[in-house]
């Protein structure tokens, strides 16, 4: 129910609806086709992810330590609540408070992923947790289809004309998440066992810290595939980022294509978050993830090339389409990568996470997530600068395949082996 409802988030304000507000309008073109409010839109989530890498491991340490994992989610879920709420205030012009706003909202958000991502490994045994975490991801995706396709229809567009409506997408946002997670908060259960008072946060995240770095030579292939992921979601943090700005920008689509886009991506990437983790529990976690890389690389190509493409079908078959029209093919390959890439890292880190560590590694798979973040979303923006949108999504592609050779050297049964002997010092 977690991943329900905070998918209204990702969706309504990164992904669909705030960030083409905000690039378009809130910012606006300045005579360089938006290159520069897409500048500060990458900037924005860069530091958000920024403030997560330093944080989310010594949040991760102290939740195991204290068995406070409920309790640090509670936090983050109020802050991105109240967040998302005051984007209702950013109006056209008022980019630094925009700015601010969304480094406070992700940040929130992106932490509030690290701390659900701990309890996967008391929710069943290792050979479940593809589909379970599987089910989630779908369930995510259903969440954001029932919020996004709501504010769709009754907001409307990303536009100047649009803005009085347009701009209640942070409040609409926020209230479906306020109330699509209670059910987390009534019934999840806190099962750590809390170590003995008498120690302030800080000194138990500095200690724990130390002890897991110097472990971390024990779960080998746990911090390689950390490295592996550091490359790929770097790739994925772009198209969340940037999709529906290529979409409006380089494809140039109407609003009814957006919304059709919009409903197949949701579909899409709830069937491969479902069908990949039912594949996962049977070929492996690592087997897995390195297919949903290269479905990824295949629809990066698809995205680049959609404009010629279209071009080259309508000389072959004398036809008419349009590129949007063939986006909306493309956004099938990509939602499928979408829904399965991220289900396969999040149950293989799972597998490789001993039950007493869980949080505190899911923290590092958060610093991993979101240097990832940081290093795409980045060196993106400062790219398009450069050469323009659509070049510069081809950067996706090397990350993905980047990944998928880091991930070669990883071993999933030896690496599941190393979780189940470990015993805490």
């Known amino acids: 129910m977690f991943d329900f ?8 304000i990164i992904t669909v609806v705030f960030g083409e507000l905000f690039t378009t309008v809130i910012v606006g073109e300045r005579g360089d086709s938006y290159r520069w409010a897409n500048f500060l839109w990458s900037l924005a989530l860069a530091l958000s992810y920024l403030l997560v890498v330093v944080t989310a491991p010594l949040c991760g340490a102290v939740m195991d330590y204290r068995a406070e994992k409920k309790r640090f989610l509670l936090i983050s879920y109020l802050a991105t609540v109240a967040a998302t709420a005051m984007l209702y205030f950013v109006t056209p012009g008022y980019v630094v408070v925009g700015m601010v706003l969304i480094v406070v909202s992700n ?4 932490m509030g992923e690290s701390f659900i991502a701990a309890f996967l490994p008391e929710l069943g045994p290792p050979e479940s947790l593809g589909k379970i975490s599987g089910f989630g991801w779908a369930l995510g995706y259903i ?9 769709l229809i009754a907001l409307g567009e990303a536009t100047a004309d649009n803005f009085e409506r347009i701009r209640w997408v942070g409040p609409f946002a926020a209230g479906f998440f306020l109330i699509a997670a209670i059910p987390t908060f009534l019934w999840l259960k806190e099962r750590g066992l809390a170590q003995p008072p008498g120690r302030s946060y800080r000194a138990i995240a500095q200690a724990r810290i130390r002890t897991t770095l110097h472990e971390l030579r024990y779960f080998k292939d746990l ?5 592996s992921l550091l490359f790929s979601m770097a790739g994925v943090y772009i198209i969340i980022a940037f999709a529906f700005i290529y979409g409006a920008q380089v494809i ?10 919009f409903i197949i991506v949701q579909l899409t990437a709830a069937a491969g978050a479902l069908g990949f983790g039912w594949i996962q529990d049977r070929w492996g ?4 993830y390195q297919l949903t890389l290269a479905l990824w690389v295949a629809a990066i190509l698809a995205i680049w090339a959609t404009p010629e493409l279209t071009a080259w079908l309508n000389r072959l078959l004398a036809t008419h389409l349009q590129a949007q029209h063939v986006f909306l093919v493309v ?4 939602g499928l990568s979408l829904g399965s890439s991220q289900s396969a890292s999040r149950a293989l880190v799972g597998l490789f996470s001993p039950l007493e560590k869980s949080a505190e590694f899911f923290g590092f798979w958060g610093l991993a997530n979101k240097l990832a973040g940081v290093f795409g ?21 090397a990350l993905f395949i980047t990944a998928m050779v880091i991930c070669m050297r990883v071993n999933q049964a030896r690496g599941c082996l190393a979780a189940k002997q470990w015993e805490p010092h």
């Open 377 to 397: 979303i980045v060196l993106l923006g400062v790219l398009q600068t450069l050469v323009g949108l659509q070049a510069s999504i081809l950067l996706c592609a």
């Open 143 to 151: 969440g954001g289809l029932f919020a996004a396709g709501f504010t």
């Open 285 to 288: 976690a690592k087997k897995t």
């Open 252 to 261: 140039n689509w109407d609003e009814s294509v957006r919304n059709i886009m």
């Open 223 to 227: 911090t390689t595939f950390l490295v």
């Open 107 to 110: 940040y929130a958000y992106s």
């Open 5 to 12: 409802a905070n998918q209204a988030y990702t969706l309504l």
């Open 331 to 334: 956004g099938c390959l990509a």
